[in-house]
């Protein structure tokens, strides 16, 4: 076979690899944080409450909590976090997630935006490609 054709049908391999392993990061079925189950895989955009800047991120899920209002109540009486902010709202879904960096952070379900279950994130989430497609 004529080099030219070989290097054309690898060059159409590679692509396909490379589109199937986008997709699998920022395709899947939209969803919110809201329906979180544990161990499921999401892939998000977070405003966060401090500068209004919207964030991606790639998480996995290790817990979710819903807070009462009571609850709300005793957290925004005891915390020192944004204390006197009266911006600042905490609501009901917090979910806990782990990110491919290994980091554990908390996230409310209603700042979340673009959200998706990815089809194949949950089998990419542990290696670095998972991370560098953010």
């Known amino acids: 076979m004529n ?3 070989i290097s054309g049908i690898v060059m159409v391999v590679v692509g396909v690899f490379g589109l199937l392993a ?3 990061v920022y395709g899947g079925v939209h969803d919110s944080l809201r329906n979180a189950k544990v161990g499921s895989v999401y892939n998000f955009m977070y405003e966060q409450p401090v500068t209004g800047d919207r964030e991606r991120y790639l998480a996995k899920v290790i817990d979710v909590t819903t807070l009462s209002e ?3 109540r005793n957290l925004n009486r005891r915390s020192n976090y944004r204390r006197f902010d009266p911006i600042f709202v905490r609501t009901p879904h917090l979910v806990t997630c782990q990110t491919p960096d290994g980091k554990i952070r908390n996230f409310y379900a209603e700042r979340t935006s673009q959200c998706r279950r990815p089809l194949l994130a949950k089998a990419l989430f542990g290696t670095r490609l998972a991370a560098a497609l953010i």
């Open 22 to 24: 986008i997709y699998s």
């Open 3 to 5: 080099a030219v054709v």
């Open 70 to 72: 009571d609850s709300i």
